[in-house]
């Protein structure tokens, strides 16, 4: 009996030493193991023995099942670890594969600052379409029926619309200004609320002129709004956005859509009001025009100058974001160059 117990490890073993496959390694277990088994027909004569003799040939045979069972594990092991996706031995020292990730554009990233910190003051975000008519981007806007910057040469009138009454003539915006008085027309006054958006003018692109740029406006809108106030409102912005103190001061200025109106400057930044290459040796750089909203502009909106008053603010987003970065040179940020780019994660 212990012979053949004997023969049967034997066997088994050789068996499992010729294994390849995981669908072999069962058909294997089954043979060895199974119901039909040698092991199992010595297994089942164990009653027909004496005492002494059906413990020791059990414990043999319990012996080898334990033994051949663990044989087939390893094997199976084996063959999986073989079959691996890897080709080569796992080395957890290489570098690995970098993933590239986008980033805001400075100058996204300046109107997203800026939004955060009207916002904060209690303003709206407030955007249009950007066709506009000739009703809303000048007339409205106390623009004089002469004006030079209604002719062809600075707006992108709509072919067809030409020679249509003023509120069908439209026109690519020219600037943001014509969306203060659709805001006021639809929701009254009092109002403050910032309207940042894509302007278009019909010029030759050189290195300070884009056909298409990027404005940022707010209006502020109150019964008894002082220019005072307005002057702290733009140095807490400016403030918020720079996270420290700036200088500011106003200059005379003129817009059509402003009585008074004003240029607003902030000290630079770059060099604290020294002179360096980002504000051109000046110390200072105008970053916003601005003023006292024009009664005829009141008038447009339906409001009475008599009752209520406002203050304009209209921000070059470039300018600040020159300064915040202390870049000379604005093309750069419209460059599409992500060498340039890619310095502002
Ligand atoms: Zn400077």
């Not at 094997?75 to 805001?104: A, F, M, Q, R, W």
């Not at 750089?285 to 008053?309: C, F, Q, Y």
């Not at 406002?310 to 202390?326: D, P």
């Amino acid at each position: 009996m212990e012979k053949k117990l004997e023969k049967v490890l034997n066997q088994g073993l050789e068996k499992i030493k010729e294994i390849k496959s995981i669908e072999e390694t069962q058909d294997v277990r089954r043979e060895l193991m199974g119901k039909k088994s040698p092991l199992n027909e010595v297994l089942k004569t164990l009653g027909s023995l004496d005492k002494d003799l059906r413990k020791s040939i059990g414990m043999k045979a319990t012996e080898i099942k334990n033994t051949l069972a663990k044989k087939l594990d390893e094997k199976e092991n084996l063959i999986i670890e073989s079959k691996s996706v890897l080709s080569s031995p796992l080395d957890l020292t290489l570098p690995g594969t970098k993933i590239g990730s986008g980033v805001l554009h400075p100058v996204t990233q300046m109107c997203y600052d800026l939004n955060d910190a009207f916002l904060s003051l209690g303003f709206e975000v407030f955007s249009e379409d950007d066709i506009s008519s000739e009703k809303y981007a000048f007339d409205n806007l106390n623009f004089a029926p002469d004006h030079p910057a209604r002719q062809m040469m600075d707006t992108y009138w709509l072919k067809g619309t030409e020679d249509k009454p003023c509120n069908e003539k439209l026109c690519l915006r020219p600037h943001l200004t014509g969306a203060s008085v659709r805001y006021l027309l639809k929701h009254g006054a009092p109002a403050r609320f910032v309207y940042p958006g894509r302007v278009y003018r019909n010029e030759n692109a050189d290195s300070s002129h884009e056909r298409a740029f990027f404005q940022y406006e707010a209006l502020i809108v109150d019964k008894d709004f002082s220019f005072s106030s307005g002057m702290v409102m733009i140095k807490t912005i400016l403030e918020k956005v720079f996270g420290r103190e700036i200088k500011t001061r106003m200059r005379e200025g003129f817009f059509p859509f402003v009585e008074p109106g004003y240029e607003i400057d902030m000290q630079c930044v770059v060099c604290e009001g020294k002179g360096c290459s980002v504000c051109k040796h000046n110390g200072w750089i105008e970053v916003m025009p601005g003023g006292v909203i024009h009664p005829n502009v009141l008038k447009s909106a339906g409001l009475s100058p008599d009752e209520w008053t406002g203050f304009y603010i209209n921000i070059g987003l470039e300018r600040l974001v020159m300064m915040r970065y202390g870049v000379d040179n604005v093309r750069l940020f419209h460059s599409a160059d992500l060498r340039f780019l890619e310095q502002f994660k």
